[in-house]
């Protein structure tokens, strides 16, 4: 989507983020259909290694397409995390500039931001936010500064590959990675940038994925990655706010404003301390509750 | 209440923290009735906002007449946030030199800390100790060098403010604090000072309140905050320790001071290395355990 | 047992430790029975303070027949902690150059470790290895540069301990050690060393060392400590790894050693990125699986 407010690539709402393989136009080309707010075309996990780098040239095809058609929908490809051989061509030939973002995995430390800001940089596409991926033992471990890393406007946490980093393995309970997971949502809170959570796998059990959403949202997430449409209206019915929410972020934002004009930066409002990031969630949250 | 010990400012227990709306003498004089271990005079959340100002002389007199009267229960006054527009002449205005101690809500750093035990000195009222309120994502972040700070004897965790600056929602499983509640109970242990433990505000409901105040004993609290007197017997029947484990401590205790007049600081003592922080610890429950 | 890799002093796996107290080496004897792969002389919490002193040639006679009769088994004794009246003298009287290594509790700091080096250092023993206990508020809040230190070659986590330091009780749920037990286990994962699970004292209970056990091999843990010999089998159970398992970690460290012979130090590997933590995991996944 065009992003339509002065901060310039901050991604507007994130509730449903719905990956598709970017190998297969076909299944992208059906993306937009169970209208999720952000779409990924994936040329990591979801394509096949063989695959992937044959696949660039029909990735930024397809995004450049639909990003162009349906600017309704905050638009992503996926590339492969920095230190792999596929990185830097990901890069330059899969990204096309009609993007929003550029989603990538498994980040491990701040530096490997930065080299993303850089490749982007040198891509001609500095325009692209990315959308960072928390998912392995350092990932969480350094999750602050990556999430407050020049260019980083959202993340997620990737309960799957965190626990294949740990050796550990998933359950349905996520017991197993509810410290990395609170972890990864705090420090997206500190960096004042949105969390996005985990993926569920088993796709076809719709109540697992409302009662997943509800505890996500107890815990500050502002959406869910999705791997099949059917979960991307679970996704909006649990993180979408009540109105009375959304009152309250408007009063929230216009107390701000207005201390903001008399030289105060932080205030109390209804008994809670305001700064900086508790406004960016607020904006978040009136933009998550704007049926537009 | 008086101190009676060397360590100046450090409170002596605080099974039960009572809370009540400072602007409401008639409330607070009531505050002595269920014998709570601490009380508060409120002049932060309980308090409307626009009464917060008016409210600080009759908080004053309150506190003065009350801890003059009952010098068997510890008093504070809650003022408002370091940030906020209020901080400054709450401690100026409200608080009375025979109170014990401040509770600060929603500290972020030490710095904060360190701009209270400023103000409390320019006041005259140095001899104040300082409760920490812990119940920010950055207060938990930093939770330990908060603690840690000069001036601060005890520590609390508030549930409600911490899932509010997450955006995120309140659950009565407790599994969107878990993760902060037990960061900030470690911190309390590093840091030397006992920690007391979230609010429940369903408060008629006795058998949560009992369920949460024995998961807060397991994990380390020492006590919990309460909004309602019939909440304070409640707090005193989890967090009295056993005969047995008091007549431990006091061994512990004595074996430290043994082996502190032979030159040595740290002992194993029955199975437990004994360092500062443990002795507080035993001390602590030694006066939890005291009927006195 | 001999390490019989180039590795120096890492255990091949440790999926059962079980304890006996080394001041009776009637018990000691039986050790090895229940062919756990590690097996503990302690000389610590199982042993009473006022028998410690006396049991050390007792425990260095039992340790040097033991680990001779058995190379089968990676045999350790543990010590007293650093700060102890016993520590020195353990480590000068106690140990057999024959054991494979040293297990050492309550370490709070990678500066403990150090004088554990340089104590089996100045002893002659450089060559066995510390395996770490991590049991402390001190413990957790340092474990990653615990487990970094050099020496240390795996490390486990102490409930029982870990909660008398934080003044608070055990439960057979574990909530309460939820929080350092997660960030144990992921410390060990930076520092690439395996990790071992607490005690389960209930040793009657084997439905319940079952579930922890699977618990904690989902968390990540490698195995499980053991105080009673029917919970060896048990733990063995819980983590072996499957036929799957193993083929799979078999492939990964092919494809890293390939990658290495071409220059290349991190690689993408049917969707993990490998880096040299997550080889070594492997390698002691396939140990894990060896039947010798």
Redesign the interface.
Same mark, same amino acid.
């Given at each position: 989507m065009s992003q339509g407010d002065d901060t310039g690539t901050r991604p507007a709402r994130l509730r449903s983020l719905l990956f598709a393989p970017g190998n297969r136009p076909e299944v992208c080309a059906k993306l937009p259909r169970s209208t999720p707010d952000g779409a990924v075309l994936d040329l990591?996990?979801a394509v096949p290694?063989k695959l992937r780098a044959e696949a660039r040239p029909t990735v930024r095809e397809s995004a450049a397409k639909l990003a162009r058609e349906h600017p309704e929908i905050t638009w992503y490809v996926r590339v492969?995390?920095v230190?792999?051989?596929?990185f830097a061509r990901d890069i330059t030939e899969a990204l096309d500039p009609a993007l929003d973002g550029v989603v990538v995995p498994?980040l491990d430390n701040a530096e490997q931001v930065a080299a993303v800001v850089d490749a982007l940089s040198a891509a001609g596409l500095g325009h692209l936010h990315v959308l960072a991926g928390i998912e392995?033992?350092?990932g969480?471990?350094n999750a602050?500064e990556i999430l407050e890393a020049p260019g980083v406007a959202a993340g997620y946490f990737g309960a799957e590959?965190f626990?294949? &980093?740990?050796? $550990?393995?998933?359950?349905a309970g996520n017991?197993?990675v509810?410290?990395?997971r609170?972890?990864a949502?705090?420090a997206g809170?500190?960096a004042g940038v949105p969390m996005i959570d985990q993926v569920v796998t088993d796709f076809r059990n719709d109540d697992a994925f409302a009662a997943e959403a509800a505890?996500a949202?107890?815990?500050?997430?502002?959406g869910k990655l999705c791997i099949h449409p059917s979960q991307v209206q679970l996704a909006h019915d649990a993180f979408t706010p009540t109105s009375d929410e959304v009152a309250r972020a408007r009063r929230l934002v216009a107390a701000h404003a207005a201390a903001a004009a008399e030289g105060?930066?932080?205030? &109390?409002f209804? $008994?809670?301390?305001v700064d900086g990031p508790?406004v960016a969630?607020a904006q978040h949250?009136i933009e998550l509750g704007d049926p537009t």
């Open positions: 990591e996990d290694p492969n995390s230190p792999s051989e596929w498994k392995t033992a350092h969480v471990e602050r590959d626990i294949a &980093d740990m050796g $550990g393995r998933r359950t017991a197993e509810h410290f990395a609170s972890a949502v705090m809170r500190l505890e949202r107890n815990m500050g997430y502002r105060r930066a932080d205030i &109390d209804e $008994g809670q301390m508790i969630q949250l």
